[in-house]
């Protein structure tokens, strides 16, 4: 039997190196997968504190119909104050078995710095990506890339062939799957802003 007062506690370095060792793998579309976001969405707002929370999107690819992806709900979360989730809503999430980092927007260490965490199934499957950001981030510009994908069933298959050829070239590689979408999206995401008329810049 395993003494449990006796192990040590996850270093970061070692839960960082634990999630990127999770491979890729993506999958056609799943129309449970909006449902998967509306339960976790209620659950969100039925445990966490509401003076903290505002409104809470799915984006990604598994916010897109017909579009393949890993089998990973994206869950955008606007908060107040990311000080009162690092005291308030982390301790309740990790409790449950959620990971948490607090983690940079771009590279290893590039500001604005934003909660995120990982839930996962019995079987230890990530299941919930939850990205938690103030209102004045450009994590909300995902948005556009989602509506404009909805609208432009070419471009959204197009994605799904660079997705699918990436997964299979990069299945151990989290990170350099991530990487190789950038310049698609980027450039997508600033075609979604002039479509919708947002200023640029």
Same mark, same amino acid.
């Given at each position: ?12 370095? @070692?839960? #960082?190196? $634990? ?5 890729? *793998?993506? /999958? +056609?579309?799943?129309?449970?997968? !909006? ?15 509401? @003076?903290? #929370?505002? $409104? ?5 690819? *598994?916010? /897109? +119909?017909?579009?393949?992806?890993? !089998?990973?709900?994206?869950?955008l979360v606007e908060v107040t104050d990311l000080h009162a989730v690092q005291e308030q809503v982390v301790p309740i999430l990790e409790t449950q078995g959620y990971d ?92 979604a802003k002039r479509y919708y008329k947002v200023n640029i810049g």
């Amino acid at each position: 039997m395993v003494d449990h007062t006796k192990v040590k506690p996850e270093t970061l370095q @070692e839960k #960082i190196r $634990r999630v990127l060792q999770d491979e890729i *793998t993506v /999958v +056609p579309y799943d129309a449970q997968w !909006p449902q998967h976001f509306q339960e976790e969405k209620d659950h969100l707002l039925s445990c966490l504190p509401h @003076e903290l #929370i505002g $409104r809470i999107e799915h984006f990604g690819s *598994t916010a /897109v +119909p017909g579009v393949p992806a890993k !089998p990973i709900i994206d869950i955008l979360v606007e908060v107040t104050d990311l000080h009162a989730v690092q005291e308030q809503v982390v301790p309740i999430l990790e409790t449950q078995g959620y990971d948490y980092f607090w983690r940079p927007t771009w590279g290893d260490d590039v500001p604005p710095f934003y909660a995120w965490f990982i839930k996962r199934d019995s079987k230890g499957n990530r299941t919930h990506h939850i990205h938690m950001v103030e209102p004045h981030f450009e994590h909300w510009d995902s948005l556009f890339f989602r509506d404009y994908l909805r609208e432009h069933p070419d471009i959204a298959e197009e994605y799904a062939t660079l997705k699918f050829g990436l997964a299979e070239k990069y299945s151990g590689d989290r990170v350099a799957y991530t990487s190789q979408k950038t310049d698609f999206i980027a450039r997508v995401t600033e075609e979604a802003k002039r479509y919708y008329k947002v200023n640029i810049g």
